[in-house]
């Protein structure tokens, strides 16, 4: 019954190669973000996408592709990998109304080598 | 643009202590203002929330107040315990067409017995 899931949860790679990260929820909520987490902590909104509509993307290089299939699935592709994108990956979701808190994944743990 | 300042940390407390963890904002209008909880090694869970100004959120012991006089929202804990040992994070949102979280860059509290 886990209400928001991230697959992997520890990847490790080397510079140049592309992978994916995988993100379910079962909450009903229709918003669905990806956040990353550098290494002191830092946390910063990197994609969110309502009913599988792109809503925002913060600037993020166009080597990290988000893809919607449904709702409930949000997924993180990457390629060309480079060691800056090691990092820990948070998934989240919530619903569109209200005060806007968010239920997060417990991370990809990402290390390019 | 808006923005979340936290205490640095780390704050070490002996168990039983009291717990203040400083927490300001920079916004325009009102947002809804959370904090969140990291334990070592887990993804980020909501700790407690406020959407208005003078609501008190309060959960598991702790409690923060949303002063818009002061555009603070400080965490507080009477007793702390070994098992509250974790990042925590201050974090606002607007909700809405926009809802994205800002963080605060994190303050790690370590409980010793």
């Known amino acids: 019954d886990t209400a928001v899931s991230q697959t992997p949860k520890y990847l490790v790679t080397q510079m140049g190669n592309d992978k994916s990260i995988k993100c379910e929820q079962n909450l009903g909520h229709d918003t669905m973000y990806w956040y990353k987490q550098d290494s002191k902590k830092f946390l910063k909104i990197m994609f969110s996408y309502n009913n599988k509509e792109l809503i925002i993307n913060e600037t993020v290089p166009n080597r990290f592709s988000p893809k919607s299939p449904d709702k409930a699935h949000l997924n993180l592709h990457i390629n060309s990998l480079e060691l800056g994108d090691s990092a820990v990956y948070f998934c989240a979701s919530s619903h569109s109304g209200g005060p806007g808190e968010q239920y997060f994944g417990p991370g990809t743990r990402l290390t390019v080598t | 643009g808006n923005s979340v300042t936290q205490m640095e940390g780390p704050v070490t407390l002996s168990e039983e202590a009291f717990l203040t963890i400083n927490c300001t904002y920079t916004a325009t209008g009102y947002p809804s203002l959370f904090w969140y909880v990291q334990y070592p090694g887990e993804g980020l869970q909501l700790l407690l929330k406020?959407?208005?100004?003078?609501d008190k959120g309060s959960n598991k012991g702790f409690e923060a107040t949303y002063r818009k006089e002061t555009t603070s929202f400080h965490l507080e804990k009477g007793s702390v315990q070994v098992s509250d040992s974790a990042v925590y994070f201050c974090a606002l949102n607007y909700g809405g067409a926009t809802n994205k979280l800002i963080f605060g860059t994190g303050t790690l509290l370590a409980v010793q017995p």
């Open positions: 406020a959407t208005k100004a003078d």
